[in-house]
Nanobody, 118 residues
Framework: QVQLVESGGGLVQTGGSLRLSCAASGIVFSIYSMAWYRQAPGKQRELVAVITNTYSTNYINSVKGRFTISRDNARNTVYLQMSSLKPEDTAVYYC????????????WGQGTQVTVSS
């Protein structure tokens, strides 16, 4: 049974920092691409950052230079370090694990709320 459990969300002021964690179980973590998505009220879910199984990373433009995605294969955990937070970063953040094989399968966590106050 695959489980992705996010933690680390909360309320922070503009300019503050948070670190999200996502602990995975039930998968061979090291071969999966891991990603963070977010969904703000009334908006579509968007991909924020991804880290592949070869540690290649990519970010949406709005978080470049402020967010850092990383992974610890020994702990089956992916992180999202968020700095210089803005009110527009307010959203539910979801962790996702995608298989490297075709057809791909994506597993989702339950989400963690991040609220940035102005």
């Amino acid at each position: 049974q695959v489980q992705l459990v996010e933690s680390g969300g909360g309320l922070v002021q503009t300019g503050g920092s948070l670190r999200l964690s996502c602990a995975a179980s039930g998968i061979v973590f090291s071969i999966y691409s891991m990603a963070w998505y977010r969904q703000a009220p009334g908006k579509q879910r968007e991909l924020v950052a991804v880290i592949t199984n070869t540690y290649s990373t990519n970010y949406i433009n709005s978080v470049k230079g402020r967010f850092t995605i990383s992974r610890d294969n020994a702990r089956n955990t992916v992180y999202l370090q968020m700095s210089s937070l803005k009110p527009e970063d307010t959203a539910v953040y979801y962790c996702a694990a995608t298989t490297p094989t075709i057809p791909q399968t994506t597993y989702w966590g339950q989400g963690t709320q991040v609220t940035v106050s102005s």
